[in-house]
């Protein structure tokens, strides 16, 4: 197989083996980057495609970060690029369809730019149906390795450039933590802040604790400091990134230190905005709820996602919570926290789920007064115990059970967004709107989107706004003078 299709190294996904959680030790490794490696760059221009979640955009930026590191730069020119990157998202199948779609688009451009490398990272490459079609479909990829390796990008690219050689090394370990990567942010005011990494969830549906490892946190020192770090830069907003922040701390067995104390002692730093995603409703603790409602610069707004309102299928989900135990926590939050902004993701179809469990989730939806959401039709990922269930909808009773979700949900965000008419709130300025480049676009403390003209705004001020209209999926409103 090696001499096939020539790769320095081969070491394939196991989707079977990034399912055991043996409690292997985290180790703490410090990036560093090799001098041999550190002109390889110097003159080439890459490009870096990303998809899915902020997990993804914080490891892009990371990326970018190395390559720059290299002496590589960036270039929007998809025929000067000497190295395009994907990095991919599991999560759905769509998402992984559009990415093939992608790189064939590319392997064509190569024909007018031999020296162009390929590579594909990410979620998808920790499936073995990813390396299979890359093996019998995309061979001529250059460098291909998963979420484990990426501080090694360096010691691949000295593989394709100096050696000719191509890459194939995926990990399907438990996981490490790298410190002291280098990261181009993407935005001069706002930062992705990790604080852990992978996932012991578990959700029958999910593939992510198999392409992502375990759950394992960042020590508390270290996320202080950064988050200290980016207040002294002139940074306004840190978002925290986990796939269960909830569960900060746990693995950390030498200190008893959780998520709550995180959020307090951030809450300390000179910092305007502190924001975390995402949370698990099963961990959500009322010591986490008693931080939030401390204010300052922990902002108003909660990410739970439910996934569905009916007991049977969250059971079946293997959530670990009932639909009356998600409802006690909202009213929790709502009492200890005014006014906050609750948003949430919601998967329709789920295998076996039935017309009136698919109401519970409609009634749920009316009954926590969500102010935002993504919902998504659930797509079998191999390797998860759902996707053996037998699922008997056709795709027209699915797509339906998804229209009627979001005509519920967006009467529900106007009526929600109808609360800010006439008051007037802080807005981070994110730069001009993508459909009218005269209006400019924020976020609000409750993480709604404002549109505004602002001539004069630039990116990352904090300006104050009139709302003037609500609509459901954003606000309209007038600059302060
Ligand atoms: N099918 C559909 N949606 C999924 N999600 C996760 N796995 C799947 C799947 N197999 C959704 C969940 C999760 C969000 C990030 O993606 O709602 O919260
Ligand atoms: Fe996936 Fe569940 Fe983990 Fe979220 S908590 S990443 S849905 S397994």
Not at 245 to 271: E, M, P, Q, R, S
Not at 311 to 330: A, D, G, P, Q, S
Request: net charge neutral; charged share 30%.
């Amino acid at each position: 197989m090696k001499k096939d299709i020539n790769y320095i190294n081969i070491v394939e996904p196991s989707i079977k083996e990034a399912r055991k959680r043996r409690g292997a030790e985290v180790l703490i490794k410090n990036f560093i980057l090799e001098p041999k490696y550190l002109n390889l760059g110097a003159g080439k221009k890459y490009m870096l495609k990303t998809y899915g979640c902020q997990g993804n955009l914080a490891d892009s930026e990371k990326i970018a970060g190395i390559l720059e590191m290299m002496g590589y730069v960036e270039t929007n020119d998809e025929l000067a690029a000497d190295f395009v990157l994907f990095n991919t998202c599991a999560i759905r199948e769509n998402a992984e369809e559009r990415v093939f779609g992608e790189i064939g688009r590319f392997e064509k451009f190569r024909k007018k730019n031999p020296n162009m490398l390929i590579g594909i990272c990410g979620c998808m490459p920790q499936e073995e149906r990813t390396i299979n079609k890359i093996k019998k479909t995309y061979p001529h990829i250059n460098i291909v390795f998963g979420t484990h390796n990426i501080a090694e990008l360096p010691k691949f690219l000295y593989n394709a450039i100096i050696e000719k050689q191509k890459t194939l090394e995926v990990l399907s370990i438990e996981g490490h933590i790298y410190e002291d990567v280098p990261v181009k942010r993407d935005h001069p005011k706002k930062a992705w802040v990790n604080i852990m990494f992978g996932c012991d969830e578990f959700c029958t549906y999910c593939i992510v604790p198999y392409t992502r490892g375990k759950e394992r946190s960042r020590r508390p020192e270290a996320i202080i400091e950064e988050v200290k770090e980016l207040a002294k830069l002139g940074y306004v907003e840190v978002t925290l990134l986990g796939q269960n922040v909830n569960a900060y701390g746990k693995d950390l067995k030498d200190i008893n230190y959780t998520f709550a104390d995180l959020l307090k002692d951030l809450n300390k730093i000179d910092i305007k905005r502190i924001r975390f995603t995402t949370s698990h409703p099963r961990d959500l603790d009322d010591a986490t709820i008693d931080a939030m409602s401390l204010g300052g610069n922990i902002m108003p707004h909660l990410h739970l996602p439910v996934q569905s309102g009916n007991n049977r299928v969250l059971k079946k989900m293997n959530r670990k919570y009932t639909r009356e135990e998600y409802l006690e926590k909202i009213k929790k939050l709502k009492e200890k926290v005014p006014g906050i902004s609750i948003t949430t993701d919601i998967i329709v179809a789920f295998p076996g789920e039935t017309e009136e469990e698919f109401n519970d989730t409609l009634t749920l939806v009316d009954e926590v007064g969500y102010e935002g959401a993504y919902t998504f039709i659930y797509s079998p990922r191999e390797g998860t115990p759902a996707a053996t269930y037998e699922n008997l909808l056709t795709d027209e009773e699915k797509h339906q059970r998804l229209n009627q979700l979001n005509e519920r949900i967006n009467d529900g965000f106007l009526k929600g967004r109808l609360r800010f008419e006439g008051h007037v709130v802080e807005v981070l300025v994110d730069g001009p709107s993508k459909n009218n480049p005269n209006m400019m676009t924020g976020y609000t403390p409750h993480n709604m989107l404002v549109n505004f003209e602002a001539p004069n705004a630039k990116v990352g001020d904090l300006v104050q706004v009139r709302i003037v209209k609500a609509y459901s999926w954003h606000l309209l409103g007038e600059l302060v003078k």
